[in-house]
């Protein structure tokens, strides 16, 4: 399959890749949710795998990995900082969505957010910074959702909002639908470098399309 990110590691790795994750998910040592843009860590050898794989694992507590998230949200939540605490499982009728359920198979899920701006009085629409305690599948989507303000174009966990398109002005409209995917971001990603043990820390700006989307919200 073509256009894929493993293609683009094996084109520009060649086979210095860490074999762990198999011919399917070569060096991958964590995913990023499906048209999620942002930073992802590759490790190069198996060593450095297992060392980003423990890190991760402990989902930050141990103060070596740190993962925020730009999210633009429909709405603004009436706290402008706090923690969402609520375990993660799968959905009880579409098997491919996640919810928060007190079932016994849901695991941990806790998400600490900030409000960074809100577009438009009352606001329409607001950007928020997410720091993930742990890393679930969809875990801010679901979490965001579940607060009552899904993320701008995601089709699976904000289809209530779809109606709410009209209160966006036209040229947002327009960013939204060029968007074409959910407005999430992998904006910061620090971890301890798994073999010298030197604290790494790297940060990437919003691409252009949710740049773009931004730009549209913000008032002239």
Not at 169 to 181: D, N
Request: charged fraction near 25%; aromatic fraction near 4%; charge should be positive.
């Amino acid at each position: 399959e073509t256009g894929t990110l493993v293609n683009a590691l094996i084109a520009h790795c060649g086979e210095s890749l860490s074999g762990i994750g198999g011919v399917r998910r070569p060096g991958i040592v964590h995913r990023l949710d499906k048209d999620t843009s942002g930073l992802l860590v590759v490790a190069k050898t198996d060593a450095a795998h297992k060392g980003l794989s423990e890190q991760f694992a402990a989902h930050g507590r141990d103060g070596r990995l740190e993962r925020v998230y730009l999210a633009v949200v429909w709405g603004a939540p009436e706290r402008k900082r706090g923690t969402i605490d609520a375990p993660i499982g799968r959905h009880g009728i579409t098997r491919e969505k996640m919810s928060v359920a007190r079932r016994p198979d849901a695991r941990e899920a806790v998400t600490h957010y900030e409000v960074e701006r809100s577009f438009g009085t009352p606001p329409v629409a607001s950007l928020i910074r997410c720091r993930l305690e742990t890393g679930r599948t969809h875990q801010i989507r679901v979490h965001m959702a579940h607060l009552g303000h899904p993320l701008l174009g995601d089709e699976t966990y904000g289809k209530g909002f779809k109606s709410s398109i009209h209160k966006l002005p036209e040229r947002a409209q327009a960013a939204l639908k060029a968007l074409g995917r959910q407005a999430l971001h992998a904006a910061v990603l620090g971890f301890e470098h798994p073999v010298t043990g030197e604290a790494m820390h790297f940060e990437s700006e919003p691409p252009a399309e949710l740049s773009a989307l931004l730009d549209t919200l913000r008032p002239s």
